[in-house]
């Protein structure tokens, strides 16, 4: 089971859904920015494209990473990094951008619209303010 945060760029609003078995097992082995059916989390007719995610320790994806296991990086900046001084660099563990099942939180955003608006086909306590 996986929990996907499914991000509304027109509505500018978060959805939190949960993907279960066996409609998830479709997940594993997807990487960041590949798109997947709605269906899976259930948004009928829409697409969702993956822009990252966290494993079962927080530890992020980074798209420049190949795989799914965790590496240590010098990292100045972007995911699992925020720099406090110019220049600064750190050595981080993070994981690779491939889902696999220790992945525990999938990020995605909506790329294609269905014909139903996200309101309807999402419960109400799944809402989240962005």
Not at 22 to 39: M, Q, S, Y
Not at 42 to 67: A, C, H, N, W
Not at 82 to 100: A, F
């Amino acid at each position: 089971m996986f929990k996907v945060v499914a991000a509304d760029p027109e509505g500018r609003k978060s959805y939190s859904l949960e993907a279960h078995e066996p409609a998830a097992r479709k997940l594993v082995g997807l990487r960041i920015g590949e798109k997947f059916d709605g269906a899976i989390v259930g948004l009928q007719g829409y697409e969702l494209e993956i822009t990252g995610g966290t494993d079962k320790d927080g530890f992020p994806m980074r798209s420049d990473v190949s795989g799914s296991g965790r590496v240590y990086l010098v990292l100045s900046g972007g995911q699992g990094y925020k720099p406090r001084e110019r220049g600064e660099r750190r050595r981080k563990r993070v994981r690779g951008r491939t889902i696999s099942d220790d992945i525990v939180q999938i990020n995605a955003k909506i790329v294609k619209r269905g014909e139903k608006p996200v309101e309807e086909l999402v419960p109400k306590k799944a809402e989240v303010k962005a």
